[in-house]
């Protein structure tokens, strides 16, 4: 019993300064979401039983080997005693982790099911994913950017799809995370709320090419005042001429990350010097590039795919996102870069 109580007393200890440890290391980032304040509430439950499994292992095992270690006067005492089994703690260590397991089941899914509380009053934001980029769609508002505008303390639903492969939602400061599917029977939508002012990244989480570790865009939480100053500035600021506009359009859309207006080489052909050219396809024939072709390439990009470049790269849902008049534009900008 003395033993026993030694023991037990370390385990305390050490338990509390284990949790102490991984509380005050910084292994989360900053909380910034409703969301995130339930899903830390059971980070800090898995500290706590961390913590304690932890202590318990390495009390026991350090004691044991300190106090009961073999000595050189016991030398003639031979081998302790042979235990063959023992029912009742067999019995124990299996129900007491049965029990800790379901424990945390039911906290998980009540705190899954916290996170999608839906609220009547919440913006919506449609989200499109793409190798390799972020492009977010306000439809209240009609506005279209490659950055994540949120005001604070209101909740947000995010309505996710993808072009192209798997890709995934995440925010770490706002914790919730979601599998972003390409299909159009496969959309998925994610609640959070932006408790915290300050700018933060969404990342992709899931593997999907040789770029992804690069697929970031900027989220920006602002109060609601100055978020609804953006709103009203970006109304107002709409470009009208088809070649400024085409430019916003291929910027917000993500095409520069293939294109470039420069002549360097990308992904896909520059756009510099483009219009008016004759490319050689892939398949040995040839062709000049003129309107019809560029709105061709844009609406059905493995059509006529120029020679040296890969296939099935570019998002096939363009004829989808882009009305003839963005098609216009986005082609006039490319004719302007002469």
């Not at 385990?11 to 980032?29: D, K």
């Not at 098609?327 to 490319?334: G, K, T």
């Amino acid at each position: 019993m003395k033993h026993l109580a030694i023991i037990s007393i370390l385990v305390i200890i050490f338990t509390l300064l284990a949790n102490y440890f991984l509380q005050s290391v910084g292994l989360l980032p900053v909380e910034a979401s409703e969301q995130a304040t339930v899903i830390d509430k059971l980070f800090n439950t898995h500290f706590w039983i961390i913590s304690f499994l932890f202590s318990l292992i390495s009390v026991v095992v350090v004691y044991s080997l300190i106090v009961f270690r073999r000595k050189g006067d016991d030398e003639d005492e031979g081998d302790g005693k042979y235990i063959t089994g023992n029912n009742t703690l067999e019995v124990v260590w299996t129900v007491i982790p049965l029990i800790t397991v379901i424990f945390f089941s039911f906290l998980g899914a009540k705190s899954l099911a916290a996170t999608k509380v839906i609220e009547p009053e919440a913006l919506n934001v449609n989200v499109t994913a793409g190798q390799w980029y972020w492009f977010f769609e306000y439809p209240d508002f009609e506005i279209k950017t490659d950055t994540l505008f949120l005001p604070v303390d209101r909740q947000v639903k995010l309505t996710m799809t993808s072009v192209d492969v798997i890709h995934s939602f995440w925010v770490p400061e706002f914790r919730v995370k979601q599998d972003v599917l390409p299909g159009d029977n496969f959309v998925k939508e994610l609640y959070l709320t932006p408790t915290v002012v300050g700018d933060y990244t969404v990342r992709c989480a899931e593997f999907c090419g040789g770029a992804h570790a690069y697929m970031n865009s900027p989220v920006k939480v602002m109060s609601k005042e100055k978020f609804q100053d953006w709103v009203d500035t970006e109304l107002g600021n709409q470009p009208k001429d088809p070649v400024s506009k085409g430019q916003k359009l291929v910027t917000q859309n993500g095409c520069v990350g293939c294109h470039s207006s420069d002549g360097k080489e990308g992904v896909g052909p520059t756009w510099k010097g483009l219009f008016g050219s004759t490319q050689k396809l892939s398949d040995g024939s040839t062709v000049t590039v003129d309107e019809e072709y560029l709105t061709n390439s844009i609406v059905k990009p493995n059509v006529q795919i120029v020679a040296g470049y890969p296939a099935n790269v570019m998002p096939s849902n363009y004829a989808d996102l882009f009305s003839q008049d963005e098609l216009s534009s986005i082609i006039a900008f490319i004719k302007s870069l002469q």
